[in-house]
């Protein structure tokens, strides 16, 4: 019986030293994990796809590209990776306009003022205010990329203030807000309508180069308005009206008015004519016919030549016409010694 004891004694000691490894062998590999682990967080927090720096937007800082400054970028909105991608800190506005701006941080600024209207009437007072011409154009751009009621409003302001120089400023602001705006549209039809002043009747016909989205009733009116204009005492007037009215008239109907412009007595309306026809899609024998008389004319004005000979080539004539036009083409390109 003593012989069995010591026996069963030896055999749990071994035991509890077996178990003591495996508890310890457990404890190392627990530790390894939470190593491996760790090393597995540093890697992450390592690697290409991790954020260690701000993500750059828009060449930094919307102060420094207005003014050139690094000293007043710190107090200048940074344009953050944002639904709307701008911030609603305040612009230095007496920076812009001082100096270029890219693409991108042009349109940012734009978004910027959109979302802020109480900077943009800041932005719409400076502008009003300076009397730099090359700053107020710079500004006028801005606001014109920005667009809305409160810039259609400035830019009426100045267009019936009076001042030559002013109302000039103000129809290049409308021009670039016209394009889907009924209130611009408005303004300029008005002035078509009232004014007699050449300068002016140009400058208000320009407003209306890119007609943009326009119901047809408006559509319609303009184009009457502007054909109107084709029988101005001013040749500038007739010429840039033509131009205007083949971007407005969509169905045809001013085809005869654009075509007599081919036999008007000044050249350059002769021109603006002949580009008005290029890619008309009202197209018949006698348009054709005027147009080749035009392109083949050798005492013509080249550039009115030229003008025909593109518009005939997308219509549809006959192999003989179409040899016509190739002969002029050539006759223009050759150098006469």
Request: charged fraction near 25%; proline fraction near 4%.
């Amino acid at each position: 019986m003593c012989v069995l004891a010591v026996l069963l004694g030896i055999w749990l000691y071994q035991g509890s030293d077996d178990a003591a490894v495996t508890d310890s062998n457990a404890d190392t590999a627990s530790q390894e994990s939470l190593l491996d682990n760790a090393s597995s967080s540093s890697e992450v927090a390592e690697s290409p796809f991790s954020i260690k720096d701000p993500v750059p937007v828009a060449d930094d800082v919307l102060g420094e590209i207005a003014s050139g400054s690094n000293e007043q970028a710190s107090q200048t909105p940074v344009l953050n990776e944002t639904p709307d991608n701008v911030t609603s800190q305040p612009v230095d506005i007496s920076a812009l306009g001082r100096s270029a701006l890219g693409d991108q941080e042009f349109l940012a600024f734009a978004e910027h003022f959109r979302n802020d209207p109480a900077q943009l009437q800041q932005l719409i007072d400076e502008f009003r205010q300076e009397t730099d011409p090359t700053r107020k154009a710079a500004l006028s751009k801005l606001l014109g990329e920005i667009g809305g009621a409160d810039v259609t409003l400035a830019a009426s302001e100045l267009v019936f203030s009076g001042d030559p120089e002013s109302r000039r400023i103000g129809l290049e602001l409308l021009q670039a807000v016209q394009p889907g705006n009924a209130e611009a549209r408005n303004i300029a039809s008005t002035l078509l309508a009232t004014e007699v002043e050449p300068g002016v009747l140009v400058d208000t016909l320009t407003t209306l180069a890119r007609p943009g989205t326009v119901d047809d009733g408006t559509r319609q009116y303009l184009s009457d308005q502007i054909a109107f204009l084709a029988d101005h005492d001013s040749e500038k007037v007739r010429s840039v009206s033509l131009n205007i009215l083949s971007r407005w008239n969509k169905n045809g109907q001013y085809t005869e008015v654009i075509r007599g412009g081919l036999t008007d007595d000044a050249a350059v309306v002769r021109e603006s004519a002949a580009y008005a026809l290029v890619g008309h899609k009202n197209v018949n024998q006698t348009l054709i016919d005027s147009l080749l008389s035009v392109a083949i004319n050798d005492q013509e004005l080249e550039q009115a030549r030229r003008g025909a000979v593109l518009a005939l080539k997308g219509m549809p004539i006959t192999d003989f016409e179409r040899q016509q036009v190739m002969d002029a083409e050539l006759d223009m390109d050759t150098v006469r010694r």
